[in-house]
């Protein structure tokens, strides 16, 4: 049942990324997940929505230099990263826009009381860097991230999102 629900909600991403330019969002099985609490269907797309819509919280904080707009998608070390990474931007003058292109996204872990889970994402993305609005470098970057999410009151926040470049 999670295979089948997984592959449509990749096809209806896929329509819909196709339809409005968002990234391609590609999702692979769930990894063995060893744990006595079953991932039931309805909590892994939930928790692939929410984390594809961080992306977008980030790249619009990012791009405004806005910590407030992190605030409904991360929390912990990843708000507090990307906060510090913000500040430093507006101090400079200088702001990033980030465009993700495409998403490789898996499940490989789920905490036994449901406080977590740890997700491999390979993700394609263009950045391009600002400085005083003139534009500068753009970059396409290649990069595997582990992102560890926890349940708020409505919704999956990223914890943690750590990033190895290829």
């Known amino acids: 049942m999670l295979k089948s629900c997984l592959i449509l909600l990749t096809a209806a991403s896929t329509a819909v990324a196709v339809a409005s330019a968002q990234p391609t969002v590609r999702i692979g099985p769930p990894a063995h997940l060893d744990t006595q ?76 009381e449901g406080l977590s889970i740890e997700l491999i994402d390979t993700v394609d993305y263009d950045t391009q860097l600002f400085d005083h609005d003139k534009p500068q470098t753009k970059q396409q970057v290649h990069a595997r991230y582990i992102v560890v999410l926890t349940p708020a009151e409505v919704r999956w926040r990223v914890r943690v999102l750590q990033a190895e470049t290829e």
């Open 37 to 112: 609490r079953p991932l039931a269907d309805e909590t892994a797309k939930a928790a692939i929505r929410d984390y594809l819509q961080s992306w977008q919280s980030m790249g619009a904080a990012l791009d405004e230099n806005r910590v407030d707009l992190l605030d409904a998608d991360f929390v912990g070390d990843a708000k507090d990263k990307l906060t510090a990474t913000i500040q430093e931007q507006a101090k400079l003058g200088i702001r990033t826009q980030y465009e993700d292109r495409a998403h490789d996204v898996q499940i490989v872990f789920y905490s036994p």
